[in-house]
Antibody
Framework: QITLKESGPTVVKPTQTLTLTCILS??????????VGWIRQPPGKALEWLAL???????RYSPSLKSRLTITKDTSRNQVVLTMTNMDPVDTATYYC????????????????WGQGTLVTVSS | DIQMTQSPSSLSASVGDIVTITCRAS??????LAWYQQKPGRAPKLLIY???DLETGAPSRFSGSGSGTEFTLTISTLQPDDFATYYC?????????FGQGTKVEIK
């Protein structure tokens, strides 16, 4: 059974850097074909994809946020970390990590298992 | 980025109704489309992938169709558990994008 769980601060100040951790269970990011993504959702708004990391350390970023995002993995601890710099109140959202399901050798994917999400509020 | 537009943004329906939600892509995405259901305070749940493949465990009253730029999600007989917000997601490019959501409310 695949599960994911996000953790991180509930409040960050404007201009600070946000660091979120996703703990993985039921699969390993050292296994060929695996990937984990981050998606966020501002209160009452739609989902927005942020980043994805593959088992081979290949990474993908949202073009509009690429300059502010870094995604890394720690295979030994089975976790994925997302950092977002220069936080602003508009970044207030629930942040989800999710397991990628796709097609081996193709950069095509959707998300079949999601964490519960963690609400991050940006406020001074 | 490929833009995804859902319609309607919200709808009211009764238990037992047939409900159809449309998702349009700004360019052809072949059949690389997924549908999710989200209830308040919960994470999205995968319903449909590759436009029409039903996710294991999803009720058979949910079905998807379409290709290219126009897609539909149909709920054949609306159940009380189906009142939620539904999102489409294209995965034709690595920069996946979601629709703005369709909220299905009780009439």
């Amino acid at each position: 059974q695949i599960t994911l769980k996000e953790s991180g601060p509930t409040v960050v100040k404007p201009t600070q850097t946000l660091t979120l951790t996703c703990i993985l269970s039921g699969f390993s990011l050292s296994t060929s074909g695996e990937g984990v993504g981050w998606i966020r959702q501002p209160p009452g708004k739609a989902l927005e994809w942020l980043a994805l990391i593959y088992w081979d350390d290949d990474k993908r970023y949202s073009p509009s946020l690429k300059s502010r995002l870094t995604i890394t993995k720690d295979t030994s601890r089975n976790q994925v970390v997302l950092t977002m710099t220069n936080m602003d109140p508009v970044d207030t959202a629930t942040y989800y990590c999710a397991h990628r399901r796709g097609y081996s050798g193709y950069d095509l994917y959707y998300f079949d298992n999601w964490g519960q999400g963690t609400l991050v509020t940006v406020s001074s | 980025d490929i833009q995804m537009t859902q319609s309607p943004s919200s709808l009211s329906a009764s238990v037992g109704d047939i409900v159809t939600i449309t998702c349009r892509a700004s360019q052809s995405i072949d059949r690389w489309l997924a549908w999710y259901q989200q209830k308040p305070g919960r994470a999205p749940k995968l319903l449909i992938y590759k436009a029409s493949d039903l996710e294991t465990g999803a009720p058979s009253r949910f079905s998807g169709s379409g290709s290219g730029t126009e897609f539909t999600l149909t709920i054949s007989t609306l159940q009380p558990d189906d009142f939620a917000t539904y999102y489409c997601q294209q995965y034709s490019s690595y920069s996946v994008t979601f629709g703005q959501g369709t909220k299905v409310e009780i009439k």
